[in-house]
């Protein structure tokens, strides 16, 4: 009888008819221990859906692409970099087989069910799709592009058109902030091109090609953003390069994390009596830095509560700059980290001491600070 591991007909054979058999039921995963094994493009999708469902995820894997990466860094999830051992199925709740090496996977499966571990091999190819190519206007054979705001990370807050456009897509352009959890049981090619900060990052020229490259074979290609595409988010910059390569493109926005971070942890971007607006700015550079081009003066002075973007690192003389304009140092000041994940949480303080406060709280990105009196409001 063959071994597992072994290049056999066989049980190649067996492994796709035991995919098929056995019982359908839903695992609830919230607290288990699971293990992953694969940290590619077939994993992701598992790993989100696991972390969505708030279970504590480890992978096995000597590589992985930029989202897993970035996921474990934030210590949302915990990442072995190597390759996978027998030993690794002991101890966990559940095992997730994902390498994309069917002889793998197979091996991972037979070991889990050795020591009695429980084991799901992710099905494949299961959400709806429409047949054949697209001929749009005078380019014949030619695919579109769909850009996706997928909400703030959360599946459950992207839209349906959204959702409708994901599941009927040949190419998922993905990135680390989008909601990964919908990829799963896709039957489409995913590419990951996460930006992790002052990390692994895939240029915006990159990215731009890979979208014109598939869209001009034929293909229905979605790029799947975190919030919404033009809300810092380089959506204008895709779509003028889609426009440039003739190649048809649609939006469907996205519900901002600007709104939805605060709301997430109790906070209004706007309340009756309290303010009349809110400015949402990006603090990826700081004030005083030749790149930027905010009147930090004019901000403080505003009346409007201030929503801070892409600023952990830069809050410090974010902050600083606020009360030298003038803003009262007691301003109520909150900022939120992971919103949407079970890995949320949140500090508060008033815009003197709330750098500090995320500092010390070893908060990172991706966060949200709100700076303002509704930022006191009671959860």
Same mark, same amino acid.
């Given at each position: 009888?063959?071994?597992?591991?072994?290049?056999?007909?066989?049980?190649?054979?067996?492994?796709?008819?035991?995919?098929?058999?056995?019982?359908?039921?839903?695992?609830?995963?919230?607290?288990?221990?699971?293990?992953?094994?694969?940290?590619?493009?077939?994993?992701?999708?598992?790993?989100?859906?696991?972390?969505?469902?708030?279970?504590?995820?480890?992978?096995?894997?000597?590589?992985?692409?930029?989202?897993?990466?970035?996921?474990?860094?934030?210590?949302?999830?915990?990442?072995?970099?190597?390759?996978? %051992?027998?030993?690794?199925?002991?101890?966990? %709740?559940?095992?997730?087989?994902?390498?994309?090496?069917?002889?793998?996977?197979?091996?991972?499966?037979?070991?889990?069910?050795?020591?009695?571990?429980?084991?799901?091999?992710?099905?494949?190819?299961?959400?709806?799709?429409?047949?054949?190519?697209?001929?749009?206007?005078?380019?014949?054979?030619?695919?579109?592009?769909?850009?996706?705001?997928?909400?703030?990370?959360?599946?459950?807050?992207?839209?349906?058109?959204?959702?409708?456009?994901?599941?009927?897509?040949?190419?998922?352009?993905?990135?680390?902030?989008?909601?990964?959890?919908?990829?799963?049981?896709?039957?489409?090619?995913?590419?990951?091109?996460?930006?992790?900060?002052?990390?692994?990052?895939?240029?915006?020229?990159?990215?731009?090609?890979?979208?014109?490259?598939?869209?001009?074979?034929?293909?229905?290609?979605?790029?799947?953003?975190?919030?919404?595409?033009?809300?810092?988010?380089?959506?204008?910059?895709?779509?003028?390069?889609?426009?440039?390569?003739?190649?048809?493109?649609?939006?469907?926005?996205?519900?901002?994390?600007?709104?939805?971070?605060?709301?997430?942890?109790?906070?209004?971007?706007?309340?009756?009596?309290?303010?009349?607006?809110?400015?949402?700015?990006?603090?990826?550079?700081?004030?005083?830095?030749?790149?930027?081009?905010?009147?930090?003066?004019?901000?403080?002075?505003?009346?409007?509560?201030?929503?801070?973007?892409?600023?952990?690192?830069?809050?410090?003389?974010?902050?600083?700059?606020?009360?030298?304009?003038?803003?009262?140092?007691?301003?109520?000041?909150?900022?939120?980290?992971?919103?949407?994940?079970?890995?949320?949480?949140?500090?508060?303080?008033?815009?003197?001491?709330?750098?500090?406060?995320?500092?010390?709280?070893?908060?990172?990105?991706?966060?949200?600070?709100?700076?303002?009196?509704?930022?006191?409001?009671?959860?």
């Amino acid at each position: 009888m063959p071994t597992i591991g072994a290049h056999s007909v066989n049980e190649r054979t067996a492994a796709l008819m035991a995919r098929d058999a056995g019982f359908r039921a839903t695992f609830p995963v919230s607290g288990r221990r699971v293990l992953v094994v694969g940290g590619g493009t077939a994993a992701l999708a598992q790993v989100a859906s696991l972390r969505d469902g708030g279970a504590r995820v480890t992978v096995v894997a000597a590589h992985s692409v930029p989202s897993i990466e970035d996921l474990a860094e934030r210590g949302v999830v915990t990442w072995h970099t190597r390759a996978y %051992d027998r030993g690794d199925v002991v101890g966990h %709740d559940l095992v997730v087989p994902a390498s994309g090496d069917p002889l793998l996977d197979a091996r991972v499966a037979a070991e889990a069910a050795d020591a009695g571990t429980w084991c799901t091999v992710p099905d494949s190819g299961s959400s709806p799709r429409s047949e054949g190519g697209e001929d749009v206007g005078n380019c014949p054979n030619r695919g579109r592009v769909v850009l996706v705001g997928g909400g703030p990370g959360d599946p459950g807050l992207i839209t349906v058109a959204g959702l409708e456009a994901v599941r009927s897509a040949d190419v998922v352009v993905t990135d680390r902030l989008a909601p990964l959890g919908v990829l799963d049981g896709l039957d489409a090619e995913v590419v990951d091109v996460g930006k992790i900060p002052r990390g692994r990052s895939t240029p915006q020229e990159e990215i731009n090609r890979v979208l014109v490259t598939h869209a001009a074979a034929g293909k229905r290609v979605v790029r799947l953003k975190g919030g919404d595409p033009f809300v810092f988010g380089r959506g204008g910059e895709e779509v003028e390069a889609c426009v440039a390569a003739g190649i048809p493109v649609d939006v469907v926005p996205g519900v901002t994390s600007a709104i939805a971070g605060p709301a997430l942890a109790g906070i209004p971007v706007t309340h009756r009596g309290l303010s009349q607006g809110f400015t949402v700015v990006s603090g990826h550079v700081p004030p005083g830095d030749p790149r930027s081009t905010l009147d930090w003066d004019a901000l403080a002075r505003s009346g409007t509560n201030l929503v801070l973007l892409m600023a952990v690192a830069t809050l410090p003389a974010i902050t600083e700059t606020l009360v030298a304009a003038g803003l009262d140092p007691a301003t109520p000041a909150a900022t939120i980290a992971d919103a949407t994940l079970p890995t949320q949480r949140s500090v508060r303080a008033d815009v003197a001491t709330i750098a500090a406060r995320v500092a010390a709280e070893g908060i990172g990105a991706p966060a949200i600070t709100v700076v303002g009196d509704v930022a006191a409001r009671p959860v």
